[in-house]
Nanobody, 117 residues
Framework: VQLQASGGGLVQAGGSLRLSCIRS????????MGWYRQAPGKERELAAA?????????IYADSVKGRFTISKDNAKNMVLLQMNSLKPEDTGVYYC??????????WGKGTLVTVSS
């Protein structure tokens, strides 16, 4: 499985960015996809995740609830993360992640999000 992420950049506080992640390869094995982020000097943490097939609500970190929305477009093999009302503490490298039905985990290259105050 290969993951290609895009959409990071520099934005002022209160602004918005949208990240996208396209999956390819053995995509039939993928169960969930999500976005993790790593702020400078901190550990990587889950921001949002969604099941690729079937129901169930997406999950969000408490710090992004109400501001971030994760969605999927299975026709395009894509997962999107819409980030609104961005805060300086949202700054970090954002990584696309995919987990298979057999607990294999795949990672895309990170994309940098910088929110200026």
């Amino acid at each position: 499985v290969q993951l290609q992420a895009s959409g990071g950049g520099l934005v002022q506080a209160g602004g918005s960015l949208r990240l996208s992640c396209i999956r390819s390869g053995n995509i039939a094995s993928i169960n969930t996809m999500g976005w993790y982020r790593q702020a400078p000097g901190k550990e990587r943490e889950l921001a949002a995740a969604i099941r690729i097939r079937g129901g169930g609500s997406p999950i969000y970190a408490d710090s992004v609830k109400g501001r971030f929305t994760i969605s999927k477009d299975n026709a395009k093999n894509m997962v999107l993360l819409q980030m609104n009302s961005l805060k300086p503490e949202d700054t970090g490298v954002y990584y696309c992640n995919a987990d298979s039905y057999w607990a294999e985990s795949y990672w895309g290259k990170g994309t940098l999000v910088t929110v200026s105050s």
